[in-house]
């Protein structure tokens, strides 16, 4: 019945969305229909366009489950985006001159690149843990610091000096992770995740404290939660995942090495998966191969219609506040009118 | 060396300018008890608007007008979530944050059809205030005067608020709604109007900042302008805890910071280590205050 009424609700709210945005692109003197058949015929309307959309998704599935852990155990970790680049960045400089066999060195650069985005959210864990500042800033600011840091590593150490644009050189061939059909084994990796991340949130001891964390996180401290300790691991954890996002979008993604913009907006995107799924890891994969059909499907949008692809990132917001304001609506008005009619009740027994 | 330092003096109160509007949006907010982080959002959307303004009617005014409305706007939608629909303060401004990105890339796109960013002599700038007696003394006038006139109003802002906020009426309404909203209601205030009041005039001045970013600053529309400024407004905020006169003393310090950046450019430094320096400083600022904080508890 719960996952019932959540899902109705869902949908409802996702409904809601593309209203409004049919009504916007109204406005803006184009068919709403037609900007929806493109979508769908370009994130899924066949197994090309499908699998192309899987592997939209698969960087949006980490940072989503990233943030979604985060904030599930009370930890704002808003900075995907530097932690997401710093992993991509490591990878596409030690895929360039490391020289061990493929079978190995993919899973090795993979991991390393998780652990430099680990690392810089340890930045974050430290500042918090023995300064106690506010991980939201410290993390959102080491994301400008993480974003020009990698720039310049791209444009002065490690520039290819054939490239158009500030980049690193072209990993090594051997480093390129297979695909199945087109369908890139990255996908498999966050479909390993997902299922790891469920078990530790759910399974394990840690996972339960984190959680209660997230509800209160005095009452956890006074119900003996490591609660310092349970953090840092949190933000350390969702930095890996990060970090395994860059590193995948390296080894996995079209382009096989480092440039300017190759973080995309994913470490938003996550966050912004994490809230309209409620936290819940589960929920966050799903929401994630929402938002990679509609960031695939804007790329055919725009070839067919005259709506430019940056229309999808509009889309992506007003979808999550409709969606939270749905919610929130529905939970608040309906818990009103529950006790406005149980005190009319009480009232007329007397 | 002594043209250097007026320079960087100069660069200093026009870096700081946007993060102060901001911050003192961000202010009302912070004493209405409303963890608001949309100043990021209104900042772009005002940003957008002030130079749409200017670019189609040829009038910096006109733009201005533009922009305050587009920051009424933002600050409607967030009344509408968090206080009339009931979200999460913090989850409404992330989605306000997301939603004035798209916009203003989108609109870029379309309205211009432009990517990245919008140069043009159609943007008339703010127009810029000579300082009269001020002008007369040579190094003060160099520094102070010739700024856009915002510049100037928006310090005059930072003290009357501080005289606004502690001295007034409104002041002591919104100070004790964000204290007990149960309490002041029971004073005959009604808290929900209080709170309404306070996002209007974040999304005012934060709009503002925005005109300042685009219009002031330069006169041009870049994606994502406001790289961050309004996360720094909010640092600013909580280290202060909201007072409007120590929001305009730290503003300086990161517009000294940032300006420095900016002159270490010209010394063979790389520009992506001069971009840093505000963010570095903010973290840095935050670390000394924690450090602080610690000693006074042991």
Not at chain 2, 103 to 119: E, M, P
Request: glycine share 10%.
């Amino acid at each position: 019945m719960r996952v019932f009424r959540r899902v109705a609700i869902s949908i409802i709210s996702i409904l809601t969305a593309f209203v409004v945005c049919a009504i916007l692109i109204r406005t803006q003197k184009s068919s709403p229909i037609e900007v929806y058949r493109a979508l769908y015929t370009y994130g899924l309307g066949s197994w090309a366009a499908f699998s192309s959309t899987l592997n939209t998704a698969t960087p949006l599935i980490f940072t989503g489950i990233s943030a979604a852990i985060a904030f599930a155990s009370g930890v704002v970790n808003l900075g995907q985006h530097g932690q997401l680049l710093m992993g991509a960045v490591t990878t596409a400089i030690l895929g360039v001159y490391l020289n061990i066999p493929s079978w190995l060195g993919i899973p090795v650069l993979a991991v390393v690149g998780g652990f430099a985005g680990a690392l810089w959210a340890g930045i974050a864990a430290m500042l918090k843990r023995h300064y106690e500042m506010d991980e939201f800033i410290s993390t959102l600011m080491l994301n400008f610091i993480g974003e020009y840091f990698t720039i310049y590593l791209a444009t002065y150490p490690f520039l290819d000096r054939k490239a158009y644009v500030p980049a690193t050189r072209l990993i090594k061939r051997v480093y390129f992770m297979p695909d199945f059909n087109g369908l890139n084994v990255a996908f498999f990796v966050a479909v390993f995740v997902l299922v790891l991340s469920f078990w530790y949130m759910k399974m394990t001891r840690q996972g339960y404290e984190s959680r209660m964390m997230g509800y209160n996180v005095e009452f956890a401290r006074v119900g003996g939660c490591a609660v310092e300790s349970n953090s840092t691991f949190v933000l350390l954890f969702t930095g890996f995942l990060s970090g395994l996002a860059g590193a995948l979008l390296i080894l996995g993604g079209t382009q096989h090495r480092f440039m300017k913009g190759i973080g995309a907006n994913f470490g938003w995107d996550g966050v912004m998966i994490a809230i309209i799924a409620n936290n819940n890891v589960i929920e966050t994969f799903f929401y994630g191969l929402f938002f990679g059909i509609l960031k695939n499907g804007a790329i055919g949008m725009e070839f067919e219609t005259s709506v430019p692809s940056e229309f999808i990132l509009f889309l992506e917001a007003i979808i999550v506040l409709c969606v939270v304001g749905t919610r929130s609506a529905i939970e608040y008005y309906s818990q009103a009118i529950r006790s406005l009619t149980k005190l009319r009740k009480v009232v007329a027994e007397k | 060396m002594i043209d250097l330092t007026l320079h960087i003096l100069r660069a200093t109160l026009s870096s700081a300018t946007p993060v102060m509007l901001a911050a003192l949006g961000g202010m009302f907010t912070y004493y209405a008890n409303i963890f608001n982080i949309a100043m990021e959002g209104m900042m772009l959307t005002g940003a957008f608007f002030a130079v749409y303004g200017s670019y189609f009617f040829g009038d910096w005014a006109i733009g201005t007008l533009f922009a305050v409305l587009s920051g009424l706007l933002m600050a409607a939608l967030f009344a509408f979530f968090a206080i009339y629909l009931r979200c999460d303060e913090f989850i409404t401004g992330i989605g306000i944050n997301m939603l004035a990105l798209g916009w203003t890339t989108y609109a870029l796109r379309s309205t211009f059809n432009v990517k990245g960013a919008l140069i043009s002599a159609k943007i008339v700038p703010l127009p810029k205030w000579r300082v009269p007696i001020l002008d007369l003394f040579e190094p003060i006038g160099s520094i102070i005067s010739g700024h856009p006139f915002l510049l100037y109003l928006s310090f005059a802002i930072a003290v009357v608020l501080e005289i606004v906020i502690f001295n007034s009426r409104f002041g002591l309404h919104l100070r004790a709604t964000g204290e007990d909203p149960e309490a002041t209601k029971s004073a005959g205030i009604n808290p929900i109007k209080i709170k309404l009041l306070a996002t209007v005039l974040c999304g005012i001045l934060s709009s503002l900042a925005g005109v300042y970013l685009s219009l002031g600053y330069v006169a041009l529309f870049s994606e994502n302008m406001s790289n961050g400024r309004g996360w720094i407004s909010l640092a600013i905020i909580i280290l202060v805890k909201g007072r409007p006169i120590s929001i305009l003393g730290l503003s300086l310090i990161f517009g000294l910071f940032e300006s420095i950046g900016l002159i270490l450019q010209h010394y063979k430094l790389a520009p992506q280590f001069a971009a840093m320096t505000p963010y570095i400083a903010t973290l840095f600022v935050l670390y000394l205050y924690g450090k602080r904080k610690r000693k006074m508890e042991w």
